[in-house]
């Protein structure tokens, strides 16, 4: 056996544990991983271009932003982060899922504006999934309750920035 089948062998048994199933164990490290790219993002140049398009579009125009090519890297940006996270979930489930639905709840709920908004949204929607698996056909009239009474209550969500 040469050394690169042996280093990815090991590599393979750190990453999924001996059986495959310990495929979760990547998840906070990516989160972190994540978290920490977009929060020195945030506080680059292109963050603060961001912010000011977000607060006052035509103000951040005026002081010479270019509101297209900042709002073309933030989409793109987004893009990257979702289809990597898919990546992982779809090798999780071993098959892709429609999760859409369960994405926009978990960022409707969590707020917007912030990176501690969306994450909290995952915590309580996953929350919500597993306390209601009993009622599995309602899960989704129940994402929708909950949608529209935090757009009542709380249309910023629950930790999202107080304009957003």
């Not at 998840?27 to 945030?42: E, K, M, Q, Y």
């Not at 098959?95 to 501690?116: A, I, K, N, Q």
């Not at 899960?139 to 629950?158: C, E, H, N, T």
Request: aromatic share 12%; proline share 2%; glycine share 12%.
């Amino acid at each position: 056996m040469s050394f690169f089948q042996k280093l990815g062998n090991a590599l393979s048994r750190f990453m999924y544990g001996r059986n495959g199933s310990d495929q979760l164990g990547w998840a906070p490290l990516v989160l972190l991983l994540v978290v920490f790219i977009l929060n020195r993002l945030l506080n680059s140049r292109i963050g603060r271009a961001w912010i000011s398009i977000r607060e006052d579009q035509d103000a951040a125009r005026s002081l010479g932003v270019k509101v297209s090519h900042y709002r073309c890297i933030n989409f793109m940006t987004g893009a990257i982060i979702c289809g990597t996270m898919g990546v992982f979930l779809g090798h999780y489930y071993m098959f892709t899922l429609d999760e859409g639905f369960s994405v926009l709840s978990m960022c409707v709920v969590g707020g917007s504006g912030t990176l501690l908004g969306p994450i909290v949204g995952a915590f309580v929607i996953n929350g919500i999934t597993e306390g209601f698996r009993f009622a599995s056909e309602w899960r989704m009239v129940m994402y929708a309750l909950l949608i529209i009474v935090m757009m009542w209550v709380r249309p910023q969500g629950l930790f999202g920035a107080k304009d957003s």
